[in-house]
């Protein structure tokens, strides 16, 4: 079952108390292929430009990633410069510098047309239309957006939620869509205006999932070493479409499964810089910390079981 992710391929400056990185592999796409990877092969839609460090890209097509729907265009690739704050909980954007992906129209290879499961990264809500023109049928279908296009492009926005199946988005941004400070409200807003199912991620937090009236809640695995947060949210989407990719079943039960999964992966994308963690997670990795989920939000009430 092809698994798709179309976004951004990105040169990151990050700075947070702990450390510093440089032109650093990052943008959404990558953070998400290389989470879902381990999973499931991922199929990598983007850009990059003539300054790209190709290579490095390349060492991912090692770990299920295929690339063949990466352009590399003249000119100079996206770059991202982001500082956080001492408690890593805000970060300023110091710079953004959109090269070659400014003028980005996403070309879905003819390989990767009849992926099942999508993922579009946070890019152009116009641009996330155009790639649901190019696939044939997909099972599932989520979505990512960001502040800047909740206000610059909010009703081609919502002309998109009519389209996915899930949103992902992070506290502050469903709150700015839908205009209500409280999550759960903000969550059925949402669920009110295409998708069946929204994800709200809250960082050191957890994440929840919303489905009709019902909601379920994975928390934020406890961490005591967090180096850089960048990326957390797209590593949780690369380890939730990865087990729904591998498993195939879209049911609410997997669907809280593959939850577990995307804290799990969110979890190694915060522990060190950049995308460096996943060089070394491995499968049975992924299946310890989802033990630990497991054993974090276990009790019994006594006389009633589990
Ligand atoms: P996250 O921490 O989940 O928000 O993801 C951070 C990643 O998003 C970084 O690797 C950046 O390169 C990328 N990014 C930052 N700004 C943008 C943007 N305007 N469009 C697309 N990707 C971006």
Redesign the pocket.
Known sequence: MGLLVV??I?L?SVSTPFGQTADAL???A??FAVAGAVLHPVQVVGVVGSDFPFAELERLAQRGVDLAGVARVPGES?R?KGKYSYDLQSRE?LE?RLGVFADFHPTIPPAFRAAKFVFLG??DPELQLSVLDQVTAPTLVACDT?N?WIHSKRDVLLELLRHIDVLMVNDSEARELSGDWNIYRAARWVLGRGPKRVVIKQGEHGALLAAGDRVFKVPGYPLEEVFD??????AFAGGFMGHLARTGDVSEPNLRRAMVYGAAMGSFAVEAFGVQRFEQVTAQDVEARVQGFLQLTQFDVPGRGR
Not at 229 to 234: C, E, H, Q, R, V
């Open positions: 976004g951004s990105a990151d990052g943008g959404s990558v953070y996206f991202w954007t953004t946070n890019i960001m800047y947060p960048t990326g957390a949210g797209d």
